[in-house]
DNA sequence: TCAAAAGTGTTAGCCGTACACCCATGC
DNA sequence: GCATGGGTGTACGGCTAACACTTTTGA
């Protein structure tokens, strides 16, 4: 008892008047036209690692809980109100920020490309769309970026959980949707395109289409429109929408 | 981009110089005897919530990384050094702490019962494991606590987001082996009873049997020591003992 | 005619669930 | 003999992976 309290003290006091900095940090995911998936960032023009890239994040303001914050991030980023974000994990080394301590916690989008303003904030020159590949459960050394882009703080860290957690989440949620350009009015195809990006690996056909009208159509997620689609094939296909949650 | 620029200074600069305190709350679970699944907790002796019983938690220091501050929690709560433990997720809402702004991470560990020691900390007059049942996917109102105790702050929810995500990685996961009292010298029939505890359900011996065999004996995460069981049936069955997990 | 996508069909294997049934033994 | 846990067997249904095959139609 006597251990512990002493140990709980010591660090229970330095803590009380110092406290860290707390960041979010947001990965905007796409995929673009020949199926690369790719995350928004930006690079810093000002130092610590002037010149890098690093995802979009700021410092949380007292008024706000974390996913006001990482809502608020995600519209000066893009413009775009009312998308779903996920709290992704908390990433706290005490030295993953040069400056200070700052806790940060990530929050991950998916969203289709097309129709996005991209701004670049203050303390950046350009956004850009950066593609990425990542080995099957692969490792933060294993991630590959665009063209080598160096990459500021523990982002290699933040961006490999977050497509691993992805990838997981792929198979038993239908998070996959937040990436379709129209959600009322999408082809079996441009699914499985979304798919094959995020997993970066070429997925059997019927076998897909087996998978879609299991388990979208027949739970109720998706419904055909009543419409063919010629946008991919000369042979006409359906298109689908997607249906409200069923709320229980 | 002026709209943008706007909206991100005035968030910005109002946290640059006011940080929010950040804390880890630390779940441990933990099976006893008659089967019930339970979470260490401790009853507050100071306001807020005064007599209200709370997870063990505390602020970090400024030289520890989250999870350090994590095991450090549980080492002064049990003693207990080189557990395996989890983040959760982090709770951050503006007024989940009544005196000031505290963000929250909420760190899992599984413990077997015996052998704890167990010390109120500062701020809390007993400590005490406390049964919790929780439907299937159940939300924080419907989270069944020992006698209806009152809890401080956030921590129905907490404690529903955990059992949740440890129901969800019961399947797909070996985290139940951490409650296993001896992980060298144990039964299928104290594995079983561990599930049946976290699920809150029966389930099949026979099928549970064979899901032990594919899943870890045959994957190489666990083998018969050669030695008989009888401490649960009269007629004799093996005790297993777990393998360091399989470096590849 | 060829390529590309839309579909249908078929196989084999794996897994979870639900049972029926026998074994061993202490009470 | 009865209850309790140990253990084998079996059968069904759902799902995945792999792959063969037909259809449609523009280039």
Same mark, same amino acid.
């Given at each position: 008892m006597t251990i512990s309290d002493a140990q709980f003290l010591s660090a229970y006091d330095a803590s009380q008047f110092e406290h860290p900095s707390v960041a979010v940090d947001i990965l905007i995911f796409t995929v673009d036209i020949p199926g690369r998936l790719e995350l928004l960032m930006i690079r810093r023009d000002i130092p610590p690692f002037c010149n890098a890239w690093a995802l979009p994040g700021g410092f949380i303001g007292m008024k706000e809980s974390l996913d006001e914050a990482a809502r608020r991030?995600?519209?000066e980023e893009t413009g775009l109100d009312g998308v779903e974000?996920?709290?992704l994990y908390t990433f706290g080394a005490v030295d993953r920020?040069?400056?200070?301590?700052?806790i940060s916690v990530a929050y991950f989008a998916l969203l289709p490309k097309a129709s996005l303003h991209v701004f670049p904030g203050p303390g950046a020159d350009r956004t850009a769309w950066v593609g990425i590949s990542l080995p099957e459960n692969g490792t933060a050394d294993q991630l590959q970026v665009d063209s080598g882009l160096e990459l500021a703080f523990d982002h /290699?860290?933040?961006i490999t959980t977050a497509v691993n957690r992805l990838?997981?989440?792929l198979s038993y949620t239908d998070i996959a949707v937040g990436l379709l350009q129209d959600k009322n009015r999408f082809a079996i195809y441009e699914l499985q395109k979304i798919y094959e990006a995020i997993l970066d690996q070429k997925l059997d056909t019927p076998n897909f289409r087996r998978m879609f009208l299991t388990s979208f159509v027949s739970r109720g997620l998706a419904e055909a429109t009543g419409e063919d689609c010629l946008e991919y094939s000369? /042979?006409?296909s359906k298109y689908y929408r997607l249906l409200p949650a069923p709320q229980k």
């Open positions: 991030k995600l519209k974000i996920e709290q920020d040069p400056r200070t301590r700052v /290699r860290q933040i990838r997981g989440k000369k /042979r006409a």
